[in-house]
């Protein structure tokens, strides 16, 4: 296993933030697979952050990540979308504060789904709701209205991967049969991905897995990790 090489002095210590990684792409496209991975190979220096949907059932997060999944729907949709997004993104503002407050700040913190899913999965479904609104400007909407509660990461990895490869990886993993209504709620967040990247793409790094392995989708995602990181450093330095 490759390490993740990055700069020798403590990025965190300079830069008084974390090196703050997202990573984020559809269902079963292998944001968990490679996040895992990822932490690993970079080792203590890395925190990684798992999804809001795996957090421990005592705690905050899990008790309100439980109630919104109670009605057994593939994503969090209880009917109430706007209060869902409102507390979802309340969750999201919870965890960098929470981990603002820790003593031993990290200096990587890789991210398994960040505010973007949030803002693609939540415009998607209030999309079906208010068909009135163009869920690409409601996705936009969410994040700037995050601006002030949560910084933008220094680097989003998207990967990207056949929606009908990944969507029957995902039915599998939870072993159930997905609805016409749910593959339209998951293409319609690729799409919304694929806008955000394009819009933003200083911030977005996107990554094809289509036939890849993983081995070797996580030594790109690296690459990207080291670059991202020495790119910090450089703009320190200035
Ligand atoms: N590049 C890849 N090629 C083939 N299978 C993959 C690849 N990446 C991940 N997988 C597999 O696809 C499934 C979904 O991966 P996972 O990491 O859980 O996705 P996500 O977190 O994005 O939902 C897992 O069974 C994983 O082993
Ligand atoms: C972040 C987020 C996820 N979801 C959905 C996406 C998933 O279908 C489900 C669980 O997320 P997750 O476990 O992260 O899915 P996966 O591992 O397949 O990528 O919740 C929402 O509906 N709204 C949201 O704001």
Same mark, same amino acid.
């Given at each position: 296993?490759?390490?993740?090489?990055?700069?020798?002095?403590?990025?965190?210590?300079?830069?008084?933030?974390?090196?703050?990684?997202?990573?984020?792409?559809?269902?079963?496209?292998?944001?968990?697979?490679?996040?895992? $991975?990822? $932490?690993?190979?970079?080792?203590?220096?890395?925190?990684?952050?798992?999804?809001?949907? =795996?957090?421990?059932?005592?705690?905050?997060?899990?008790?309100?990540?439980?109630?919104?999944?109670?009605?057994?729907?593939?994503?969090?949709?209880?009917?109430?979308?706007?209060?869902?997004?409102?507390? +979802? +993104? $309340?969750?999201?503002?919870?965890?960098?504060?929470? +981990?603002?407050?820790?003593?031993? #700040?990290?200096?990587?913190?890789?991210? =398994?789904?960040? +505010?973007?899913?949030?803002? #693609?999965?939540?415009?998607?479904?209030?999309?079906?709701?208010?068909?009135?609104?163009?869920?690409?400007?409601?996705?936009?909407?969410?994040? $700037?209205?995050?601006?002030?509660?949560?910084?933008?990461? =220094?680097?989003?990895?998207?990967?990207?991967?056949?929606?009908?490869?990944?969507?029957?990886?995902?039915?599998?993993?939870?072993?159930?049969?997905?609805?016409?209504?749910?593959?339209?709620?998951?293409?319609?967040?690729?799409?919304?991905?694929?806008?955000?990247?394009?819009?933003?793409?200083?911030?977005?790094?996107?990554?094809?897995?289509?036939?890849?392995?993983?081995?070797?989708?996580?030594?790109?995602?690296?690459?990207?990790?080291?670059?991202?990181?020495?790119?910090?450093?450089?703009?320190?330095?200035?």
């Amino acid at each position: 296993m490759n390490a993740v090489r990055l700069p020798t002095q403590r990025l965190a210590a300079r830069a008084r933030r974390p090196l703050w990684i997202s990573c984020e792409g559809i269902n079963g496209v292998g944001k968990t697979t490679v996040t895992r $991975a990822l $932490a690993a190979r970079i080792g203590e220096r890395c925190l990684l952050l798992d999804e809001l949907t =795996d957090q421990g059932k005592e705690t905050l997060p899990g008790r309100v990540i439980a109630a919104l999944a109670a009605q057994g729907d593939v994503f969090l949709r209880t009917g109430h979308p706007a209060v869902e997004t409102l507390a +979802l +993104l $309340a969750l999201k503002v919870r965890e960098t504060e929470r +981990l603002a407050g820790r003593a031993d #700040v990290p200096e990587v913190v890789l991210e =398994d789904r960040g +505010l973007d899913s949030v803002a #693609v999965y939540q415009a998607a479904i209030l999309g079906a709701h208010q068909p009135e609104n163009d869920p690409r400007d409601v996705a936009r909407h969410v994040l $700037a209205t995050m601006t002030p509660w949560r910084h933008s990461p =220094d680097a989003t990895v998207l990967l990207s991967g056949d929606h009908r490869q990944c969507t029957q990886r995902f039915a599998q993993r939870i072993g159930r049969t997905l609805t016409a209504r749910d593959v339209q709620i998951i293409e319609c967040v690729d799409a919304l991905y694929a806008d955000l990247a394009a819009a933003e793409p200083g911030r977005y790094r996107v990554i094809d897995t289509t036939g890849r392995p993983v081995e070797e989708v996580v030594a790109e995602a690296a690459l990207v990790i080291e670059d991202v990181a020495r790119q910090k450093e450089t703009d320190h330095a200035a």
